[in-house]
């Protein structure tokens, strides 16, 4: 069975102090990596998708990488608006497993 | 346009009755989802729809639980005999044909008692 560890589970940081956050999976076979951004209360909403090793995707603040185990989310100064859980995923269009998320606190 | 949207935003019922948490997707979308999402963690696949048939169900918890898309746009999802360890956020997301991107609802927050 696919699956999906995040981690750190919570990571609070500065008005611009960049960090990353990490999503480790096993698969059978990568049929897509997947980022959302999940604030209190509503439901997720979809960043990036990563289909193979090496790939990157760029969005603002943040940069999704690819390598063949693990996929890192990097938030360069980021801003309090930032603040949310940010959940991985991995599938394809049938099912998809999530990570249990990174909740990622900016102070001003 | 007009996103996903799930009604009740909240359901409250005691333990053994029957609820029904319905899902208006995106117009033209073909694929819908199902997912059960607890507290601090990622959501858990339920089912999947590609038009009107259920393409895997296999996330289903036990034979409680059942959803249904007769038309191909608007998905029920039913759950029988409810127990208190049914309480979770219900979310429900679908996806242009031919895409992988999910577009999620704000989720029904059901809490059995």
């Known amino acids: 069975e696919d699956q999906v560890t995040q981690s750190p589970e919570a990571l609070r940081l500065q008005e611009g102090e960049s960090s990353s956050l990490n999503c480790s999976y096993t698969?059978?076979?990568?049929?897509?990596l997947f980022w959302y951004r999940q604030d209190p209360g509503k439901g997720p909403e979809f960043l990036f998708t990563?289909?193979?090793a090496g790939e990157e995707k760029e969005k603002e603040r943040l940069k999704a990488t690819l390598t063949k185990k693990e996929s890192f989310l990097h938030i360069t100064a980021p801003k309090p608006e930032d603040s949310a859980t940010y959940l991985c995923?991995?599938?394809?269009?049938?099912?998809?497993?999530f990570g249990s998320g990174t909740k990622l606190n900016v102070k001003p | 346009g007009a996103g996903v949207s799930q009604t009740p935003s909240n359901k409250v019922t005691e333990k053994g009755k029957y609820v029904e948490l319905r899902c208006d997707p995106i117009?033209?979308?073909?694929?819908l989802y199902w997912y059960r999402q607890s507290l601090g963690q990622g959501p858990e696949f339920l089912i999947y729809?590609?038009?009107?048939?259920?393409?895997?169900d296999s996330g289903l918890p036990n034979d409680r639980f059942f959803a249904v898309r007769p038309e191909g746009s608007v998905s029920t999802l039913k759950i029988q005999r409810t127990e208190r360890g049914d309480s979770a956020m219900y979310l429900c997301?679908?996806?242009?044909?031919?895409?992988?991107?999910?577009?999620f609802g704000p989720g029904t927050r059901l809490t059995v008692l």
């Open positions: 997301a679908s996806s242009p044909r031919g895409s992988n991107e999910q577009f």
């Open positions: 698969v059978s076979g990568l049929r897509g």
């Open positions: 990563l289909y193979s």
């Open positions: 995923a991995v599938g394809n269009f049938n099912k998809f497993y």
């Open positions: 117009s033209g979308h073909t694929a």
């Open positions: 729809f590609q038009g009107t048939g259920a393409a895997d």
